[in-house]
Every structure is written in structure tokens, then in C-alpha cells.
């Protein structure tokens, strides 16, 4: 049975975390897990996502720093060379799509980017980008590019819906715009929504809309994943 998984990135009740809940009956909810962008990574996540009774087809979904490691996974999920040798091994890390709200895609550019009432200098060497990276973003080039999922967005990248504050004080919109420019360039599918007024969380509009949107998109690409029953 398909399964799919949420990545909520604040404490709050985030709007990302109904999805689990309201998606089709012949889906497997995996649940939410909640981490935050400067803490240890949810490694469990991957036994989760490859274990989890029969589930043969991931579709993850994140917000905010969850956002953010669901586009990673989104990008290099397909690619051997980056599994590494933690959690479980030996299978592919692909998923089947992707739901990126608001999060970060390009680290390195977060600062320059900013909103004018910016709530986080990201490159300070406390911001959770530093944090994140072991130092200032900006002293470590390298390592902010292969955590950034611009980096790696390639023909083979699962299909993603992102979605962004156009107001966001907090994760830069122009963020959300590169990431579907990289799809755009690669070949890969992207659907990009720009929401007017929206701050971080979507604060300052409704979200349910969005949910929804979020929700046919993943139902229509799990159905297009898996062979139909004849």
C-alpha cells in the first residue's frame, strides 16, 4: 500500500500536519515528525518511509525546515552515491513527490534575499543555517551547497508542489522561486504557487485552500505511480 509522510518544522500546529489525515482512503499515513532546522536529522525517517508495513511508494510533504528536507530527499533520492551508510541500506531513498512549503533551497542565498522585516539574519553564526552547517554560512561554501536542494535538482527529481508566503518574514520567497526555476531548467516537474499576503506559516490567510491543493496533488501523482487494479 502507498504510504506517505509529513515533516512539520516548527512547534506549532502547522497546517502540513492535516495531510496525513485527510488523504485518500487507500493510502497508508505515515504520521508527522516534527524537527527542527538546526537539530538532529530525522534519521528514523528512512527505516519509517522503507519499512512501514507494505508500503511501496513514499510521497513526502514538509513545511519550513521540514519543507526544506523534503525537497533535499525530492532531489537526491534517486542518486546511490548520496545514501550513505546511515539507517537503512541497500534500497533506494527515492520518493514518488513532494509537497515543499516555504522552505529553504538555497542557503547560501538566504540572507541576500530577505524580507524588509526580516525576523532572522541567517548568516549570523547563531542563525539555524549555521547551526545546521557546523559554522557561518557564508565560511562554509561547499558544505551550504550539498545542503541546499538547488544544488542537486536534476531531470531525475520527483515531482514537487511548492508553495510560498509572497510577505514570508522568516524563510526568503525568492527561496521557492529558485528551487522551481532549477526544476525548470533541469526538466523536471515543478509546480510553483506564489500566496499573496501570506507570512511564514501562511499566517494572514487561510490555509485550507492550500491543503487541498497540496492533497490533489499528491493523490494524483500517487495514482499515477501505482499500477491501477484490473
Excluded: K
Excluded at 64 to 85: F, M, N, Q
Excluded at 96 to 119: F, I, K, N, R
Amino acid at each position: 500500500m502507498p504510504a506517505h509522510l509529513v515533516i512539520t518544522g516548527s512547534n506549532d500546529c502547522c497546517p502540513p500536519s492535516v495531510i496525513g489525515e485527510m488523504m485518500p482512503e487507500d493510502t497508508e499515513a505515515l504520521g508527522a515528525r516534527h524537527l527542527r532546522f538546526d537539530g538532529p536529522p530525522p534519521v528514523e525517517m528512512r527505516g519509517d518511509r522503507m519499512t512501514y508495513r507494505d508500503a511501496v511508494v513514499a510521497h513526502l510533504g514538509g513545511d519550513s525546515a521540514g519543507g526544506h528536507l523534503a525537497a533535499l530527499l525530492a532531489v537526491t533520492g534517486h542518486r546511490a552515491d548520496l545514501d550513505g551508510d546511515v539507517g537503512l541500506v541497500g534500497v533506494s531513498s527515492a520518493i514518488q513527490a513532494c509537497v515543499d512549503w516555504y522552505g529553504p533551497a538555497h542557503l547560501a542565498g538566504m540572507q541576500a534575499q530577505s524580507h524588509p522585516l526580516a525576523t532572522e539574519d541567517h548568516d549570523a553564526p547563531d542563525s539555524p543555517e549555521s547551526r545546521l552547517l557546523g559554522a557561518p554560512v557564508q565560511t562554509v561554501p561547499e558544505r551550504a551547497a550539498l545542503a541546499s536542494p538547488v544544488t542537486h535538482v536534476s531531470a531525475g527529481a520527483a515531482p514537487i508542489l511548492i508553495m510560498h508566503g509572497v510577505e514570508d518574514r522568516l524563510v526568503p520567497f525568492e527561496q521557492s522561486r529558485m528551487l522551481a526555476d532549477a526544476f525548470d531548467r533541469a526538466g523536471a516537474y515543478a509546480r510553483f504557487i506564489s500566496v499573496d499576503g501570506a507570512d511564514h506559516v501562511f499566517a494572514g490567510v487561510d490555509h485550507r485552500p492550500l491543503v487541498t491543493t497540496s492533497i490533489e496533488f499528491l493523490s494524483t501523482t500517487l495514482r499515477a505511480a501505482v499500477p491501477q487494479a484490473r
